[in-house]
């Protein structure tokens, strides 16, 4: 088997669990943000016995996981352009950097867009400001299975929400009119996502579903997805991953609405013979929980992640690599609910030196600090043996 026939890499971001604010942060009012570190504290301390074996402690100092011995690749890694949502951070994970930040609307959206969304939708539209989803649910469900009009409403990123119940409009209508809000949020409006939140239950008990689907924009530049499959490597989207990069680099998407599909998918594609990049969101730590400043429920979602990646951690073969990271930060002790501009935690492990420990050896990790974009090249190193010179990024491991 060649090289690249053998080679195997996953590369799994937990959403939302940043480690430090960034040097720029204060720009974003996100100074002095740390969400894992922050949460720790919250809840007494974390117990996520594989991520501390790999490093996580060695990161920075984090109550309840200790500096280990002898960790594997870990350090942190900063974005080199603007923004702190989901697609500034998965992009420049796959090296695409953004010249400017995407449009948001603290404001809400301007009237005369408005007119527009609701003529090319048919629908009209309440809410419109900023709101956590949840609470724009609970506190305008009741007015929109009255009267049918979307809830429509954003955040601090560059975002368009619109929520419907299902009874009241069918998930299918709720997706053409996110693709209808999509075509008309381009040019200067052009939003990083539109994103469709139907949801369910009667006043007082609503609760989205699993259908969210996110209309991204197209990546603005060329991504190491892409050159991976020009090299003719698989690349298999776990979750949002292929809403995010809007398909493009990614050959197979596979279901992740929540943590334990996602996970699923994941030891179900490690099962299967071949090679190619496994790139998974696990989605509750941001979603469900980092939004809602639900800090023992964030912990609960650390735990699960922890476990699923022992259980990896036992199935990988002698040529693969796994990376463990996030995207940006949602700290639970900042002041609002929006994310945060933070570091992103780089914990990788390869099969070889995953099998050199069980016979008595050392891991034999380093410490590395850098851009987003590392990831990328590393998988692309690693899966290919070469480089895309043209994109930001080197890799961390040969």
């Given at each position: 088997?060649?090289?690249?026939?053998?080679?195997?890499?996953?590369?799994?971001?937990?959403?939302?669990?940043?480690?430090?604010?960034?040097?720029?942060?204060?720009?974003?009012?996100?100074?002095?943000?740390?969400?894992?570190?922050?949460?720790?504290?919250?809840?007494?301390?974390?117990?996520?016995?594989?991520?501390?074996?790999?490093?996580?402690?060695?990161?920075?100092?984090?109550?309840?996981?200790?500096?280990?011995?002898?960790?594997?690749?870990?350090?942190?890694?900063?974005?080199?352009?603007?923004?702190?949502?989901?697609?500034?951070?998965?992009?420049?994970?796959?090296?695409?950097?953004?010249?400017?930040?995407?449009?948001?609307?603290?404001?809400?959206?301007?009237?005369?867009?408005?007119?527009?969304?609701?003529?090319?939708?048919?629908r009209d539209v309440i809410c419109n400001r900023p709101d956590n989803g949840l609470?724009?649910?609970?506190?305008?469900?009741?007015?929109?299975l009255r009267t049918g009009a979307l809830i429509l409403y954003t955040s601090q990123?560059?975002?368009?929400?619109?929520?419907?119940?299902?009874?009241?409009?069918?998930?299918?209508?709720?997706?053409?009119?996110?693709?209808?809000?999509?075509?008309?949020?381009?040019?200067?409006?052009?939003?990083?996502?539109?994103?469709?939140?139907?949801?369910?239950?009667?006043?007082?008990?609503?609760?989205?579903?699993?259908?969210?689907?996110?209309?991204?924009?197209?990546?603005?530049?060329?991504?190491?997805?892409?050159?991976?499959?020009?090299?003719?490597?698989?690349?298999?989207?776990?979750?949002?991953?292929?809403?995010?990069?809007?398909?493009?680099?990614?050959?197979?998407?596979?279901?992740?609405?929540?943590?334990?599909?996602?996970?699923?998918?994941?030891?179900?594609?490690?099962?299967?013979?071949?090679?190619?990049?496994?790139?998974?969101?696990?989605?509750?730590?941001?979603?469900?929980?980092?939004?809602?400043?639900?800090?023992?429920?964030?912990?609960?979602?650390?735990?699960?992640?922890?476990?699923?990646?022992a259980s990896m951690l036992v199935r990988m073969r002698e040529g693969d690599l796994?990376?463990?990271?996030?995207?940006?930060?949602?700290?639970?002790?900042?002041?609002?609910?929006?994310?945060?501009?933070?570091?992103?935690?780089?914990?990788?492990?390869?099969?070889?030196?995953?099998?050199?420990?069980?016979?008595?050896?050392?891991?034999?990790?380093?410490?590395?600090?850098?851009?987003?974009?590392?990831?990328?090249?590393?998988?692309?190193?690693?899966?290919?043996?070469?480089?895309?010179?043209?994109?930001?990024?080197?890799?961390?491991?040969?």
């Amino acid at each position: 088997m060649s090289r690249t026939g053998a080679r195997r890499a996953i590369v799994l971001v937990a959403d939302a669990c940043g480690v430090g604010a960034l040097p720029d942060a204060a720009r974003y009012g996100d100074e002095g943000t740390n969400t894992l570190g922050h949460l720790a504290e919250a809840v007494g301390g974390l117990r996520l016995p594989s991520m501390q074996a790999l490093g996580l402690g060695s990161i920075i100092p984090l109550e309840g996981v200790p500096a280990a011995e002898d960790p594997a690749i870990h350090g942190r890694l900063h974005a080199l352009g603007p923004g702190k949502d989901s697609i500034a951070g998965h992009w420049e994970l796959m090296g695409v950097v953004q010249e400017r930040a995407m449009p948001t609307y603290p404001a809400g959206f301007p009237p005369q867009l408005v007119s527009e969304l609701v003529a090319a939708m048919g629908r009209d539209v309440i809410c419109n400001r900023p709101d956590n989803g949840l609470a724009a649910i609970e506190e305008f469900g009741a007015e929109h299975l009255r009267t049918g009009a979307l809830i429509l409403y954003t955040s601090q990123d560059s975002v368009l929400q619109l929520a419907a119940h299902v009874e009241k409009v069918p998930a299918s209508e709720l997706y053409s009119a996110c693709a209808a809000a999509r075509s008309v949020m381009s040019g200067e409006h052009a939003v990083g996502r539109v994103i469709a939140r139907p949801f369910r239950g009667s006043p007082g008990s609503f609760e989205r579903t699993e259908g969210r689907r996110d209309y991204a924009l197209a990546p603005s530049g060329r991504s190491y997805l892409e050159e991976l499959q020009d090299a003719g490597v698989q690349v298999h989207g776990v979750g949002k991953i292929g809403d995010l990069f809007a398909g493009v680099g990614v050959s197979c998407s596979h279901p992740g609405a929540s943590n334990a599909r996602a996970l699923d998918s994941i030891e179900e594609l490690m099962e299967q013979p071949g090679s190619g990049l496994v790139f998974a969101n696990l989605i509750e730590t941001d979603q469900i929980y980092g939004h809602r400043k639900d800090v023992q429920g964030f912990a609960r979602a650390l735990v699960e992640i922890d476990r699923s990646l022992a259980s990896m951690l036992v199935r990988m073969r002698e040529g693969d690599l796994l990376v463990l990271t996030a995207d940006h930060g949602v700290d639970p002790a900042h002041a609002g609910t929006d994310h945060t501009r933070e570091y992103a935690p780089l914990l990788a492990v390869t099969g070889e030196m995953l099998a050199r420990r069980s016979a008595g050896g050392r891991l034999d990790g380093h410490r590395h600090d850098g851009p987003l974009a590392d990831v990328g090249a590393t998988v692309l190193a690693w899966l290919t043996a070469r480089e895309a010179g043209d994109l930001p990024g080197a890799a961390f491991i040969s």
